[in-house]
């Protein structure tokens, strides 16, 4: 399928304003540039209730927000810890807001949206300390959020993806906690490698191969090898006994082959798998509601898929 005409309206806009690129950039430049991106493709969303709540974490407390659908029943229900993209350098709980507030309603769970240290103030493997340590947090204390610890998954987007993917790996080796479910949109999953995709839409498809090795850069010792799975989960040498897994990728995204791997990867390890790559949209499709009319129905969907898998 051809690129979808507003997804190439979105890209032309972006790249006019050089908003989407690290590439000349300082990193207060980048943090800005996916501000306005997100205040300007994110469509507002009313839910039941916003919380804003506090973790403890190993480098200190960790902001967090909680999303409740409305009507919400009483007593616990399905839970999602969600880790905002950005490339682990940007993003923030602002701006995922609406993306948690649609998940939480569509997936009629509560959503615990998680900030984590960022890149080059703190470099790896602070996301990660700060990702595995919120999660097992959140699954020990569920009953205090109004989540059912048995029936919460993990889940982000892009590099949130990848927190998400490393915080299931993480839990399988410690034996606990157990999580329900893995949710991955868009997620990078490879540094090690360059795939097709990746040299396909390297440049000129919203996300840059330029902008993710900035990144990469920011967020890395340069001793760091890029085939670790703390890195890299792809490269994790054993998948069994993982979480089942969503992942949705784009057909225009430099890290779509990446997720397809990933989920013959849990496949082929007889981890159950759903794997939907979304005809003719680009990287972060599902946060540009306010742009993108597929973007809502697709976030919808995701959603309803994610509530199906934790009832």
Same mark, same amino acid.
């Given at each position: 399928?051809?690129?979808?005409?507003?997804?190439?309206?979105?890209? =032309?806009?972006?790249?006019?304003?050089?908003?989407?690129?690290?590439?000349?950039?300082?990193?207060?430049?980048? /943090?800005?540039?996916?501000?306005?991106?997100?205040?300007?493709?994110?469509?507002?969303?009313?839910?039941?209730?916003?919380?804003?709540?506090?973790?403890?974490?190993?480098?200190? &407390?960790?902001?967090?927000?909680?999303?409740?659908?409305?009507? $919400?029943?009483?007593?616990?229900?399905?839970?999602? &810890?969600?880790?905002?993209?950005?490339?682990?350098?940007?993003?923030?709980?602002?701006?995922? =807001?609406?993306?948690?507030?649609?998940?939480?309603?569509?997936?009629?769970?509560?959503?615990?949206? &998680?900030?984590?240290?960022? $890149?080059?103030?703190?470099?790896?493997? $602070?996301?990660?300390?700060?990702?595995?340590?919120?999660?097992?947090?959140?699954?020990?204390?569920?009953?205090?959020?109004?989540?059912?610890?048995?029936?919460?998954? &993990?889940?982000? =987007?892009?590099?949130?993806?990848?927190?998400?993917?490393?915080?299931?790996?993480?839990?399988?080796?410690?034996?606990?906690?157990?999580?329900?479910?893995?949710?991955?949109?868009?997620?990078?999953?490879?540094?090690?490698?360059? +795939?097709?995709? /990746?040299?396909?839409?390297?440049?000129?498809?919203?996300?840059?191969?330029?902008?993710?090795?900035?990144?990469?850069?920011?967020?890395?010792?340069?001793?760091?090898?890029? =085939?670790?799975?703390?890195?890299?989960?792809?490269?994790?040498?054993?998948? +069994?006994?993982?979480?089942?897994?969503?992942?949705? #990728?784009?057909?225009?995204?430099?890290? /779509?082959?990446?997720?397809?791997?990933?989920?013959?990867?849990? $496949?082929?390890?007889?981890?159950?798998?759903?794997?939907?790559?979304?005809?003719?949209?680009?990287?972060?499709?599902?946060?540009?509601?306010?742009?993108?009319?597929?973007?809502?129905?697709?976030?919808?969907?995701?959603?309803?898929?994610?509530?199906? #898998?934790?009832?």
């Amino acid at each position: 399928m051809p690129l979808d005409p507003r997804a190439k309206r979105i890209i =032309d806009m972006m790249s006019a304003g050089a908003a989407a690129t690290a590439a000349s950039t300082g990193i207060e430049a980048r /943090r800005e540039g996916f501000r306005k991106l997100m205040r300007m493709a994110a469509a507002p969303v009313i839910i039941g209730s916003v919380e804003e709540r506090s973790l403890p974490g190993p480098g200190g &407390v960790l902001p967090a927000r909680l999303y409740s659908p409305d009507k $919400a029943p009483t007593g616990l229900l399905p839970g999602l &810890v969600f880790f905002h993209g950005g490339g682990l350098v940007a993003g923030s709980l602002d701006t995922h =807001d609406a993306m948690c507030r649609t998940l939480a309603a569509a997936a009629a769970c509560r959503v615990v949206s &998680v900030s984590y240290r960022l $890149a080059p103030e703190s470099r790896f493997p $602070a996301a990660i300390e700060d990702a595995c340590a919120a999660s097992a947090w959140i699954a020990a204390h569920g009953a205090a959020f109004g989540i059912d610890p048995e029936r919460l998954a &993990v889940g982000g =987007d892009s590099a949130g993806g990848t927190l998400a993917a490393v915080v299931c790996q993480w839990a399988r080796g410690s034996r606990t906690p157990r999580f329900a479910a893995q949710l991955l949109l868009c997620p990078v999953l490879d540094f090690a490698a360059t +795939s097709a995709s /990746r040299s396909a839409f390297s440049r000129g498809y919203l996300l840059d191969e330029t902008t993710m090795q900035r990144d990469l850069t920011h967020y890395l010792h340069g001793e760091t090898a890029l =085939d670790d799975p703390r890195i890299s989960p792809l490269r994790v040498a054993d998948a +069994s006994g993982l979480p089942c897994a969503l992942i949705h #990728t784009a057909e225009f995204d430099p890290l /779509r082959d990446e997720g397809l791997a990933y989920a013959e990867l849990l $496949a082929s390890a007889d981890v159950q798998v759903r794997h939907t790559c979304h005809a003719g949209m680009i990287h972060h499709f599902y946060g540009m509601t306010a742009i993108l009319p597929e973007a809502q129905a697709a976030l919808e969907r995701i959603g309803a898929e994610l509530r199906t #898998t934790l009832e």
